[in-house]
């Protein structure tokens, strides 16, 4: 389990994150809402360990994170899908796939797991085209793809649904769903898009100006008007 204590972050004179608390448990998909310029991103990269938290605590699994390097937290069986996909456009569909085993050692390393085409059946169809010959939608599952090649325990996605067509954002949603349902991962999904989100939420977190200030279970979404707080 994800336990964020009382994080704190900083930029400049400007208070980012203010004492966030929450947590992400297994088998359940936590959808993190707000509208732009909240601290949505910034959350995540204090997880991911890319910019440091000035106060609080991060726990995953019982253990500290606070002073793991962004491998170390990808070791731990952490993997994140940022904003904007950031796939590698020179590399092959089975390429930047391949990327995503390197928590693992030799052989392992050498071979796409066959659930991850079973997945996302055009990442199969296309494995040897080079990834920024891709569709916006496609970049998507191949970054989501790349992701759960290492096995992950706790899945972060960042607004996977920005910019790309709404036939793949259902197929994305049914992958979602699916990987929760097993029981043994966490997902955390930061969203705008209201209605992609309550389709999915387990349970709910309503971000504003670098705080939380709503949250419940998914099926109270419509009922808490979390509509209104968000952008779409």
Known sequence: MLEVKD????????HILRGLSFDA????????????????????????????????????????MNHS????????????????????????????????LSRFPGRQAKQVPEDIYDLFPVLREMKQRRGGDLSGGQQQQLAIGRALACRPQLLILDEPTEGIQPSVIKEIGVVIRGLAARGDMAILLVEQFYDFAAELADSYLVMSRG??????????????????????
């Open 7 to 14: 994080l704190n972050q900083y930029y400049g004179g400007s």
């Open 25 to 64: 448990r297994p088998g359940e998909i936590t959808c993190l809402l707000g509208r732009n310029g909240v601290g949505k991103t910034t959350l995540l990269k204090c997880l991911m360990g890319l910019i440091p938290a000035k106060s609080g605590s991060i726990h995953w699994q019982g253990k500290p």
């Open 69 to 100: 390097k962004p491998h170390q937290r990808v070791q731990a069986g952490i993997s994140y899908v940022p904003q904007g996909r950031e796939i590698f456009p020179r590399l092959t569909v089975e390429e930047n796939l391949l990327m995503g």
């Open 211 to 232: 705080t939380i200030i709503q949250r419940g279970r998914g099926d109270e979404m419509e009922a808490q008007g979390v509509r209104q707080r968000v952008a779409i």
